[in-house]
């Protein structure tokens, strides 16, 4: 190639290149970690900001450049995901929000996809905020997702005054009757009342469980245990 053509074809690349940058930049909204914020709150009934305050799903504390499937203190994820060698970052979040099934098939995601590229640049701003320690205050626990009102816990079970501290729990027929410490009978329609666990080191002491109001409805509730061997034990079949 003479110089000539050298000096007419070397710009050419150039303005190429440039117009490429410029089509992706314009294709991939850059984020913004406080509207991004507000998004996870949806998030927020499966996932923590917590560093191993694991829920449905596993904490996102440190998500950003970690390897999928690797978080130690938590065990439930699906063999797909471990196999996956996938990294989170940008990219991987990306085409994961878009679509988790497609992007890693077989995994136990149940979040069906997001398809508007703003918000996943915000959610994934967020993200990598988050695991550097500088997101935005309001979102984990704030109200406005789309799952607000069935969010999980996040106090203390043992320091629970004793409206909260069950005494007793006596069934019959449909319905559920829990005592509390304060003297409180509460009636439940058995489809409205869910026992559940929590072992860690904010769940309710042995043998002293605890209840909870529970969804978006004044008659249902959870009562927490400290192991699963106690309900059968603490639920006596009275009439």
Known sequence: MNQFVMRLFVPALALAAAIIATDVRAETPSGNAKRGAQLFSACAACHSLAPDRNMTGPSLAGVWERKAGNLKSFERYSPALKASAIVWDERTLDAWLTSPSHF??????????????????????????????????????????????????????????????????????????????????????????????????????????????AGMMGDRASVFFAAPEEMSAFIKHQC
């Open 104 to 213: 890693i098939p077989d995994n136990r995601m149940t979040f069906a996809g997001m398809s508007d590229a703003g918000q996943r640049a915000d959610l994934i701003a967020f993200l990598k905020a988050a695991s550097s320690g500088q997101a935005p205050t309001a979102a984990e626990g704030q109200p406005g997702g789309m799952m607000s009102g069935m969010a999980p816990h996040f106090q203390d079970l043992k320091a629970l005054g004793p409206d909260r501290q069950v005494e007793a729990i006596r069934y019959c027929h449909d319905t559920y009757r829990v005592m509390t410490a304060d003297g409180r009978t509460a009636d439940f329609w058995e489809a409205n009342l869910r026992f559940k666990t929590d072992s860690s080191n904010t769940g309710p002491l042995e043998g002293k469980p605890v209840i909870l109001p």
